[in-house]
């Protein structure tokens, strides 16, 4: 008498019928299988079935437009998870990043997290900006993909900026208000922009819910509908350019 | 070798096709020579190129210049994630993110620094009057950057081929690293210039 195995088991799960409503096709091996697990995942759908040789060289692309992307998610996920213990008030601010580092679970290990990794996107965003320059990247047809990219690079330093706001410790009010002191010199439209962009005539409580708002819900949600854009039409200008 | 054969122009078209077909290349005398015009069996050849080969068989098959996402594209996003979250990991374990102590609109630091990606424009504040410096040239960096390609429009890609471009774009790039770099760590408190080994005036 045999007993069943683990083999026996996966095949068992493998056959079940909640297994085959999520993979409706078994682990890919064969071109046509690969090809089809691209094309019927909603994730993997965002890539062409087949990619350029040399697109997938490392030392191509060096992955910079991948990576700032992927510093985006891990810093929406980070993000939410710090979003659950802060209130952005000025009396509050303050003592909840205090809270974060001393009692929240892997407060201090997320905010460092964050915070180094949106440093590290701001830099991969430029760094990706010259590698498409160097390859000439935005000639025709991808010019309006390259001013989407510009536009980005915008929003990636004002959800950085934004953010430095937030724990509303010495450096952050007084970067904050260096770095808007700047918008006083418009113009024309010097107190207005001013009192936009602050909400006040200095930096406080009505600058630090606008910070919050654009920090956290604004700028995050211009920049997803932006990626989609931009990697859609990375799709029908034919892929990632070249080799040149 | 490829040899393209081309019928002969004047042979009939209604002639039997059974006609006997000559070898493309005669094993040992080479290209056959053009025989008289409108016989059967003396096509003309010519020659068109010499193809290197890299193997003995199908000389025609273009060479695939893709490969499937799955797994070539997918390896590489992944590898690349670990590669980021391993280092993500590891610097949020070891190097903390900076705080002070609470935010006082009464006490003004020594220094005060706005954060490190406008230092360079913060370096620029001290060189031009405020409407020059904080407002006209930075709305003019990034609308200068997002025109590019409308002013550019050489149709050559590789930076070998448009020394100009690729010198003016990377002298503004590195003008701006420069400034910034500057403004990170050669300036101190009132603005004024520090030697780094004086004291670094810099918070990430």
């Known amino acids: 008498m045999t007993f069943p195995g683990p083999g026996d088991l996966m095949r068992v799960v493998r056959e079940s019928s909640v297994w085959r409503s999520l993979f409706r096709q078994p682990y890919p091996t064969t071109s046509r299988t690969r090809a089809l697990a691209v094309m019927n995942n909603v994730f993997l759908h965002l890539h062409p079935v087949r990619v350029k040789k040399h697109a997938v060289r490392y030392t191509y692309t060096f992955c910079l437009g991948g990576v700032s992307f992927f510093l985006f998610l891990v810093l929406t996920v980070t993000g939410v998870y710090l979003m659950f213990f802060y209130v952005p008030s000025v009396t509050r601010a303050y003592q909840d990043i205090l809270s974060i580092e001393n009692s929240v679970a892997f407060g201090t290990f997320v905010r460092n997290m964050h915070r180094w990794g949106a440093h590290l996107m701001v830099l991969t965003v430029f760094l990706h900006m010259i590698r498409v320059f160097y390859h000439g990247a935005y000639k025709p047809p991808r010019e309006f993909n390259w001013v989407i990219g510009v536009v980005l690079l915008f929003c990636t330093l004002w959800l950085s900026f934004t953010g430095y706001l937030l724990p509303w410790d010495q450096i952050a009010f007084w970067a904050i208000t260096v770095g808007t002191q700047m918008a006083t010199y418009a113009p024309l439209l010097s107190r207005e922009s001013s009192f936009i962009l602050l909400g006040g005539v200095e930096v406080g409580q009505g600058t630090l819910i606008r910070f919050y708002v654009m920090h956290v819900i604004a700028f995050p949600l211009i920049v997803a509908i932006l990626l989609v854009v931009h990697f859609w039409r990375i799709r029908k200008d034919g892929g990632v350019s070249g080799p040149v | ?204």
């Open chain 2, 1 to 204: 070798m490829t040899i393209e054969k081309r019928p002969n122009a004047t042979a009939d078209k209604n002639a039997p096709t059974q006609a006997p077909r000559v070898p493309a290349v005669e094993r040992d005398r080479g290209p056959k020579l053009p025989g008289p015009p409108g016989v059967p069996g003396t096509e003309r050849f010519r020659l068109l190129a010499y193809v290197k080969q890299e193997s003995m068989v199908r000389v025609d098959k273009r060479p695939d210049e893709t490969v499937l996402t799955w797994p070539h594209l997918l390896r590489a996003e992944f590898l690349m994630a670990l590669l980021i979250s391993v280092l993500l990991v590891v610097a949020s374990v070891f190097i903390h993110a900076p705080l002070e102590e609470m935010a006082n609109a009464g006490v003004t630091p020594h220094v005060a620094k706005a954060p490190w990606y406008f230092l360079g424009l913060q370096e620029l504040l001290s060189y031009f009057n405020a409407t020059v410096g904080g407002v006209l040239l930075p709305t003019l960096y990034l609308v200068g950057l997002a025109v590019i390609p409308y002013i550019d429009r050489s149709p050559y890609k590789a930076a070998r081929d448009r020394k100009t471009a690729w010198v003016f774009f990377m002298s503004l790039m590195l003008g701006g690293l420069l400034i910034t770099l500057i403004g990170s760590f050669f300036r101190g408190p009132g603005w004024n210039w520090v030697w780094p080994w004086d004291g670094i005036y810099f918070t990430l």
